[in-house]
């Protein structure tokens, strides 16, 4: 399925609506500029398997661009629109892509890229600047009927966010099948979440992400209405949950947790009945907060361990999840592997290295190292997404932390993500990090880095208040013994915080650091 196929039936349905705009795209508008958007394409000699790049805001026209380069068979890949310029001109250099679509929003930045990518087409959406064409001119008068040939499937091929190092490109196989296949994603979410063409989803999330891109490209193939947000705000969040009648949705973390804190009168006002599968992902959610989510809206909180690189995924539903509070599920695709230090497998409930078997295969564009160190060594086939965890006597799934992230604080391994749990409960909180600082004792030690609600709060007394909140719930050693505040942390709109560059500042100067 893909959108074309809806528009015999259904073509006045809205495919998309913007959240703040109203703006209101038509299965038949979506498919007509997908149609025209790959002529383009195959116009500049593209072939399937080729590359593009596109770096813009969530744009009305965002679907017609990726659904427009799938149509044609074309690797795509959609980048953040925070990213600097250095980071853009990696990627679009990095992923071989001929074409490169921005819009006015990130002119600024187009300019500096136009003497740093050699034989890429340039096109800007909504105006344009010297050394781009004009997305609208170049799409003017060009077909809105589909291609003749080589209409087959494409795919993403979509960069970590450099959370830990370097942006990794993942690359999965092209499927090799004719447009309207349906992949992994289309499957799980007619499978597993009942998408069907009278369902409407929300998504709140940056469209540059595999999960929001994948799950929304997945609902517009079975025609579901997709309502976007331009940018996530907790109460416009509900209110378009009213609004619309949305009955399915993918939130993080940070999401739930900004709803949470909301004043009761504002929470309370909305309706939110008509949801039938609130999906999260992307970042370990602290068991208080997921509580009250299901308290709240009820058993349709629904949770996946996965990640771009598709190479596993663990499910939970709201039920299992309440007789196993904190878990992330068991898997559903791809076998587990709870792996020590020598590559060894560990007893049921001990911690070690996630590993997934027997799922889909994948690489790291252009770096054969950094694929080699997300695979098992012994050669059993096995990969991991770099998270540390356990499995439980019912094979259910917990997370600790990611590896790279791991404190040793005087010969102790301290994995800060419990702290974070704690911390972001807090009712003076509205963020935090933890992570190892240098210090000439232990090596690290453990400080968090807080985003106060109201930065007024921000001082001696609330930094003795936090220390003391999580000691009364967590061994010393894994509690900050300091703490410093911050008006905004560098958080990923995705739910990731950028770590690294908390890391960067604390440790600038040392020979060596714990990274």
């Known amino acids: 399925m893909f959108p074309g ?77 925070r990213l600097t310029t250095d980071e853009m001109a990696y990627i679009i250099e990095d992923c071989g892509a001929q074409a490169f679509v921005t819009s006015a929003y990130k002119a600024d930045q187009a300019a500096e890229l136009v003497d740093r990518v050699a034989d890429v087409a340039l096109y800007m959406m909504d105006g344009t600047i010297k050394g781009y064409t004009a997305w609208e001119g170049a799409l003017a008068g060009l077909p809105t009927t589909p291609l003749e040939e080589d209409r087959v499937e494409g795919r993403d091929m979509l960069y970590s966010s450099g959370t830990t190092g370097q942006p990794k490109g993942v690359e999965v196989p092209l499927p090799d099948a004719p447009l309207g296949t349906g992949e992994g994603v289309y499957m799980l979410a007619v499978g597993l979440f009942a998408a069907s063409a009278d369902k409407v989803y929300l998504s709140p999330a940056p469209l540059y992400h595999a999960a929001p891109l994948r799950f929304c490209m997945a609902f517009h193939r079975v025609g579901s209405t997709v309502v976007v947000m331009e940018h996530f705000d907790a109460a416009q969040a509900l209110e378009l949950i009213e609004r619309h009648r949305v009955t399915h949705s993918q939130w993080v973390p940070t999401m739930f947790i900004r709803m949470l804190k909301l004043p009761d009168e504002v929470r309370e006002a909305r309706d939110v009945s008509s949801l039938e599968v609130a999906i999260h992902a992307a970042a370990p959610c602290p068991v208080a907060v997921k509580k009250q989510m299901i308290d709240w809206w009820g058993p349709v909180i629904h949770e996946y361990y996965a990640g771009t690189e598709g190479n596993g995924f663990v499910y939970c539903d709201s039920a299992a999840w309440l007789e196993h509070p904190g878990t992330v599920g ?186």
């Open 5 to 81: 196929a809806h528009v015999a039936e259904s073509p006045d349905k809205p495919a998309v609506i913007m959240a703040t705009s109203g703006q209101l795209i038509t299965y038949r508008e979506l498919d007509d500029q997908a149609n025209q958007v790959s002529h383009l394409f195959r116009s500049l000699g593209l072939k399937p398997g080729d590359h593009v790049a596109f770096c813009l805001e969530n744009h009305p026209c965002y679907f017609a661009l990726a659904w427009g380069a799938h149509y044609a068979g074309l690797y795509y890949t959609a980048m953040s629109s």
């Open 330 to 515: 068991r898997p559903i695709m791809g076998e587990l592997h709870i792996v020590d230090e020598a590559g060894d497998e560990v007893p049921t409930g001990q911690t070690g290295t996630v590993y997934f078997g027997g799922g889909a295969s994948f690489a790291y564009h252009n770096d054969p190292e950094k694929t080699a160190s997300a695979h098992d060594a012994r050669g059993r086939g096995w990969s991991t997404l770099g998270d540390v965890g356990y499995v439980d006597d019912d094979g259910f799934l917990y997370l600790t932390d990611r590896k790279a992230y791991m404190i040793i604080t005087g010969g102790v391994n301290v994995y800060p993500q419990e702290a974070e749990n704690v911390l972001a409960v807090h009712p003076k909180v509205a963020d935090a990090a933890v992570i190892g600082v240098p210090d000439d004792d232990f090596g690290e030690a453990v400080k968090a880095v807080v985003e106060p609600i109201d930065m007024a709060d921000a001082g001696p007394e609330l930094e003795r208040e936090l220390i003391a909140y999580c000691r009364e719930r967590l061994a010393d050693v894994k509690c900050p013994r300091t703490v410093d505040f911050r008006a905004e942390l560098p958080r990923h709109p995705t739910g990731k915080l950028y770590k690294r560059l908390l890391k960067d500042e604390y440790w600038k100067g040392h020979e060596s650091r714990i990274l």
